[in-house]
């Protein structure tokens, strides 16, 4: 039986066919109302059916915002599971930003929920805390490595209120930077695909020169980053950020695109305009 593909090598992949951009859906009770939709389960549901129209066949990854689903409950995790499960049957690599994170059996259990076919969610990657200890996620990144799916990591992000922790210096170094060479060396030593672990990095987009060091350490990663549009990061400032793994960075916007709903052609518009960007501002590096 052949070997499935690594989430890097999908990653790639829909990289060369759609632009490393990331369609980041956040279907907030804000935007439900500028949308026009009630806030409800039938409202998130119609959301996510209007973002699939514009989304097939435009983006080829796809970030859900797991905390505007399970606002609803079960259901609301009921209509993320079938969105999940209809991007990806389109072709479509979904992560799921869902910021887990635990000890043990638990950071298990978050693995059995949500990588791999064999669980409810399915999902291609998903996004995690390391505040308990990097190698506390041991399991978690197991599990990624078996199932050919990813996490992504939270290392350096740009809201003001992480700065401190972020910055905060174990033996001189920033708890960030250490966290981005722990990553590297977890990756090294779990296994590489195309030169890629399944271990990835979330470094905001809005770091400017902060963010080269935390790059440079992690150079067998992706980088999810998040920021662009709305955060008030361009595509070329980020570009520079990540000048030094520019084919990694996986480039997420939310906001600004989503905004321009609900009509599917000027989302659609929207997509196809930061994809076109981005993929222009490319380096396979």
């Known amino acids: ?44 549901e119609a959301f996510c059916g209007i973002c699939l129209d ?25 209509c993320l599971t079938e969105f999940t499960a209809t991007l990806r049957a389109n072709g479509i690599l979904v992560i799921a930003d869902a910021k887990r994170g635990d000890i043990g059996t638990s950071v298990s259990a978050y693995g059995d929920a949500w990588l791999g076919a064999d669980t409810p969610f399915n999902v291609d990657a998903i996004t995690a805390h390391a505040y308990l200890g990097l190698d ?26 992480g700065a401190a922790l972020q910055g905060a210096l174990d033996e001189g170094v920033p708890v960030a930077l250490r966290l981005a060479q722990q ?16 271990i990835g990095a979330v470094v905001g987009a809005t770091l400017g020169t902060d963010g080269y060091a935390t790059v440079a350490a992690i150079p067998n990663a992706l980088f999810l980053v998040p920021g662009v549009g709305a955060q008030g990061a361009t595509v070329a400032q980020s570009n520079d950020v990540f000048r030094e793994a520019n084919g ?15 009509d599917v052609a000027a989302l659609a518009a929207g997509l196809d305009t930061i994809r076109d960007e981005v993929a222009k501002n490319t380096s396979m590096t």
């Open 136 to 161: 506390a996620l041991a399991p978690l990144f197991e599990r990624a490595h078996s199932t050919d799916t990813a996490v992504f990591v939270v290392v350096k992000s740009s809201n003001p209120e």
């Open 183 to 198: 990553i590297a060396e977890f990756n090294s030593r779990i296994g590489l695909s195309g030169g890629v672990g399944p």
């Open 248 to 262: 990694r960075a996986v480039l997420s916007a939310s906001r600004s695109i989503l905004g321009l709903g609900p």
């Open 54 to 78: 514009a989304a097939v066949g435009r983006v080829g990854i796809v970030k859900p915002q797991v905390a505007f689903f399970e606002r609803f409950g079960y259901l609301g995790l009921k």
């Open 1 to 44: 039986m052949l070997k499935s593909k690594s989430f890097s090598d999908r990653f790639f992949e829909a990289s060369e066919r759609f632009s490393r951009f990331c369609f980041g859906v956040d279907p907030s009770a804000q935007l439900l109302q500028d949308w026009g939709l009630p806030d409800s389960v039938q409202g998130l």
